[in-house]
């Protein structure tokens, strides 16, 4: 997913004690699925509310849902983003270059999961606090907005997203 500059600014700033509990784990130089597991704690401790955006960031884009860059370690060994999700917008079904944290702070993200044969195996509503954590393989999914509030979602990728560009690797559709 593409993501918008660096260069804005948020209404809250990110918790000290979130980039300080990434920071150590991201340090500790374990495998990915320990590592999204790890971030994933710190996130559920530290989760800020949809207020790390501006209300005019929160109304999203209309096309797609809109990335906001809210972090990039200095050492490109991870970004924050938070995502907006419009009602009905989609993402296509993806995996990830890196391991990946979501944690949402508004509304509900759907989420389908599928194995690598592309079958569908599970599906899940993310509801305000939930947090999940997953790396590759095994992290290929799709994330719909399938009610009619706006969705926020901040995302840690193991990573410099602007590096690079997008937390895709492939789609598959």
Known sequence: MTTSPARQTTATPLPAELLAGIRAVVRTHED???TAGLVADRLRRHLPGADVLTA???R????????????????????????VWRPGQTTRI????????????QGVEHEELYDERLDLIGVRDNHVGEVSGFAPPGDIHRIRNTHAETAVSLHVYGTDITRIGSSARRSYD
């Open 60 to 83: 999203g884009a209309p096309d797609r849902p809109a990335g906001h860059v809210l972090h990039v370690e200095p050492d490109g060994t991870f970004s924050v983003v938070a995502l």
């Open 32 to 34: 990915w699925d320990r």
């Open 56 to 58: 005019a960031q929160r």
């Open 94 to 105: 993806h995996d990830h270059v890196t391991w990946c944290v979501v944690g949402v702070l």
